[in-house]
Nanobody
Framework: QVQFVESGGGVVQPGGSLRLSCAASGVTLDNFAMGWFRQAPGKEREGVSCISSRDGRQFYADSVKGRFTISRDSVSDTATLQMDNLTPEDPAVYYC????????????????????WGRGTLVTVSS
């Protein structure tokens, strides 16, 4: 069973930065994609970003491109999401997850098939 240890999140002013980290255990991540979804109250779940364990390619939602950066430490199976220039559209609960491929983070038709999730961490942007 996959277990996640999530950290980061919190409250930041608009334009500020936060960093999320997620360590996964109980699975060999060589053939998975790892990343984050987010969900704000009253909104649909959104795939934010992921990184492929196979080739290190990174994927970002259009809403965060140029502001968020994902990275992965393959030794510790830890992914990090650096979130810069946060806006009032970014507040949500951010969930770390792994999926069979980046498609599971990009294509909403596959979201429901993501089986392994962290508990989530709250990101608040407030002045």
């Amino acid at each position: 069973q996959v277990q996640f240890v999530e950290s980061g999140g919190g409250v930041v002013q608009p334009g500020g930065s936060l960093r999320l980290s997620c360590a996964a255990s109980g699975v060999t991540l060589d053939n998975f994609a790892m990343g984050w979804f987010r969900q704000a109250p009253g909104k649909e779940r959104e795939g934010v970003s992921c990184i492929s364990s196979r080739d290190g390619r990174q994927f970002y939602a259009d809403s965060v491109k140029g502001r968020f950066t994902i990275s992965r430490d393959s030794v510790s199976d830890t992914a990090t999401l650096q979130m810069d220039n946060l806006t009032p559209e970014d507040p949500a609960v951010y969930y770390c997850a792994i999926g069979p491929s980046p498609s599971y983070f990009i294509d909403p038709r596959y979201f429901e098939y993501v089986e392994d999730w962290g508990r989530g961490t709250l990101v608040t942007v407030s002045s």
